[in-house]
């Protein structure tokens, strides 16, 4: 018999000795799948979903339920329905002890309180709205604008919409901080660009081209390597934050909207909404595939816990919604 990888293997080979030699070509799976956990009085599809490790919840912008829904990790319980009508995305404010959620019907920032989970005030905008990024350095909020090249700078505190920011394509995506607050990365669609901006002064400083690859979507800060990886149609890409250049690709699956990274284990995971999450090792400029994990069919939200490098996903399922917890390998 012959097996990629090996010499030929004698007829006289017993077979228990030929399964230990098929089981060393095998690859573990990167990830365990846990059972799927209900979300009850809750139904239709999610937007973006984020960790909040600082009090160990899963934030899910449930744009079909026209809720933002707060989950907690450790007890695998949905805390609140929060009734903000139509949920994108949201992210946390630990100082001030905020949750802005991009909401929509009609367009605005919502404000929650992340205690008692309810809405504490809004900041209205012109059209409808998607992504939404913290900085914790000024205390601004950035939103972006779901139907063109736009994103708005709000002042939660004063409950005002600062400045916006304009960049060359047809509309934005998914954004992102380095790990001091000193750039913001956006993804632009149309250009398939990523545009970095300068917070200080709300600039933009470049336009990275993701050429030839399209599609751009969910995107994460690589801090211990300098990176910034981006989901493209079919690719995850990675990006030198130093000279703006592509220094690698790896495939995944054709239509990831959301994307995590795991700085802790070096892992990247796209959803990919063909029923499987592509999960890809990142080092040394390089990208490496770990395989493809089953999840459910139509699923494009992700996101990782660093604390325990467990791996959430949201979706519906029928008239259901559930949340489902991956367990990373050993």
Request: with cysteine.
């Amino acid at each position: 018999m012959n097996i990629p990888g090996f010499k030929n293997i004698s007829a006289g080979l017993g077979a228990g000795c030929l399964l230990l030699v098929l089981a060393s070509c095998a690859q573990a799976a990167p990830l365990t799948a846990g059972d799927p956990i209900p979300l009850p009085g809750t139904s239709d599809g999610f937007d973006f979903i984020r960790v909040d490790a600082a009090a160990d919840r899963l934030l899910l912008g449930h744009e079909g339920n026209k809720s933002f829904d707060v989950f907690d990790i450790t007890t695998k319980k949905l805390l609140k329905v929060v009734p903000t009508s139509t949920a994108q995305d949201a992210t946390t404010d630990v100082k001030r002890g905020c949750y802005y959620v991009a909401g929509n019907d009609p367009a605005r920032l919502v404000i929650v309180d992340s205690t008692k989970l309810e809405i504490t005030g809004e900041v209205p905008v012109p059209t409808n709205v998607d992504l939404i990024s913290f900085n914790p350095v000024t205390g601004l909020v950035y939103l972006c604008n779901d139907t063109a090249g736009e994103i708005w700078v709000i002042d939660p505190a004063a409950k005002k919409l600062v400045t916006t920011i304009k960049v060359d394509g047809s509309g934005v995506e998914d954004l992102a901080f380095d790990a001091d607050y000193q750039h913001l990365y956006q993804a632009v669609k149309g250009k398939n660009t990523i545009a970095v901006i300068d917070p200080a002064s709300n600039k933009v400083l470049a336009a990275w081209p993701c050429a030839p690859d399209k599609g751009v979507h969910g995107i994460a800060v690589v801090p211990e390597a300098n990176g910034l990886l981006v989901a493209c149609a079919g690719k995850l890409v990675l990006f030198d934050r130093t000279t703006g250049k592509v220094t690698a690709t790896a495939v995944t699956g054709g239509r990831v909207d959301e994307m995590a990274y795991d700085p802790g284990l070096h892992i990247a995971y796209c959803a990919s909404r063909q029923g499987k999450i592509s999960c890809v090792a990142v080092a040394a400029g390089k990208l490496t595939p770990l395989g493809d994990v089953p999840d459910e069919a139509g699923t494009g939200d992700i996101a990782v816990d660093p604390k325990t490098h467990t791996v959430w996903i949201a979706f519906k399922k029928g008239g259901d919604c559930f949340a489902q917890a991956f367990t990373p390998a050993k």
